[in-house]
Protein backbone atom coordinates (compact mmCIF):
# COMPACT_ATOMS: atom_id res chain seq x y z
CA UNK A 1 0.00 0.00 0.00
CA UNK A 2 1.22 3.39 -0.86
CA UNK A 3 1.58 5.85 1.59
CA UNK A 4 -1.27 8.86 1.71
CA UNK A 5 -0.06 12.39 0.87
CA UNK A 6 -1.16 15.39 2.92
CA UNK A 7 -3.69 17.47 1.28
CA UNK A 8 -2.26 20.48 3.49
CA UNK A 9 1.80 20.13 3.44
CA UNK A 10 2.30 17.63 1.13
CA UNK A 11 3.88 15.55 3.07
CA UNK A 12 3.99 11.69 2.25
CA UNK A 13 3.00 9.71 5.94
CA UNK A 14 1.73 6.52 7.10
CA UNK A 15 -1.58 5.77 7.11
CA UNK A 16 -1.53 3.73 10.81
CA UNK A 17 0.26 6.61 12.54
CA UNK A 18 -2.26 9.62 11.62
CA UNK A 19 -5.83 9.60 13.41
CA UNK A 20 -7.06 13.22 11.40
CA UNK A 21 -7.24 11.60 7.82
CA UNK A 22 -6.70 12.88 5.42
CA UNK A 23 -4.18 15.10 6.83
CA UNK A 24 -0.97 14.35 8.23
CA UNK A 25 -1.84 16.20 11.75
CA UNK A 26 -4.18 17.99 13.38
CA UNK A 27 -2.31 21.57 12.80
CA UNK A 28 -2.89 20.50 9.05
CA UNK A 29 -6.40 19.59 9.29
CA UNK A 30 -7.01 23.01 11.41
CA UNK A 31 -4.60 24.99 8.29
CA UNK A 32 -6.81 23.60 5.65
CA UNK A 33 -9.95 24.24 7.62
CA UNK A 34 -9.07 27.85 8.51
CA UNK A 35 -7.80 28.60 4.38
CA UNK A 36 -11.46 27.56 3.27
CA UNK A 37 -13.14 29.42 5.92
CA UNK A 38 -11.02 32.80 5.29
CA UNK A 39 -11.49 32.65 1.07
CA UNK A 40 -15.25 32.55 1.81
CA UNK A 41 -15.34 35.42 3.90
CA UNK A 42 -12.68 36.80 1.83
CA UNK A 43 -14.99 36.17 -1.36
CA UNK A 44 -19.01 37.02 -0.28
CA UNK A 45 -19.95 37.40 -4.11
CA UNK A 46 -18.21 35.95 -7.67
CA UNK A 47 -16.98 38.48 -10.32
CA UNK A 48 -19.98 37.17 -12.23
CA UNK A 49 -22.54 37.69 -9.72
CA UNK A 50 -21.13 41.19 -9.46
CA UNK A 51 -21.61 41.67 -12.88
CA UNK A 52 -24.67 40.05 -13.18
CA UNK A 53 -26.40 42.36 -10.56
CA UNK A 54 -24.37 45.53 -12.24
CA UNK A 55 -26.81 44.70 -15.13
CA UNK A 56 -29.90 44.27 -13.49
CA UNK A 57 -29.92 47.43 -11.83
CA UNK A 58 -29.20 49.17 -15.20
CA UNK A 59 -31.92 47.49 -16.86
CA UNK A 60 -34.13 48.57 -14.21
CA UNK A 61 -33.12 52.11 -14.40
CA UNK A 62 -33.68 52.02 -18.17
CA UNK A 63 -37.15 51.01 -18.06
CA UNK A 64 -38.03 53.84 -15.40
CA UNK A 65 -36.95 56.20 -17.91
CA UNK A 66 -39.17 54.95 -20.28
CA UNK A 67 -42.26 55.21 -17.55
CA UNK A 68 -41.81 58.48 -17.06
CA UNK A 69 -41.62 59.23 -20.95
CA UNK A 70 -45.22 57.40 -21.38
CA UNK A 71 -46.47 59.80 -18.89
CA UNK A 72 -45.53 63.06 -20.08
CA UNK A 73 -46.99 62.05 -23.28
ZN1 LIG B 1 0.50 17.82 6.69
Known amino acids: MSNPQCPSC ?6 ANSKTMPFCSQDCRQLDLGKWLNESIRIPLSPEEMAE ?3 LASFEFDNNDESIDEEEI
Open 10 to 15: GILFEK
Open 53 to 55: RRQ
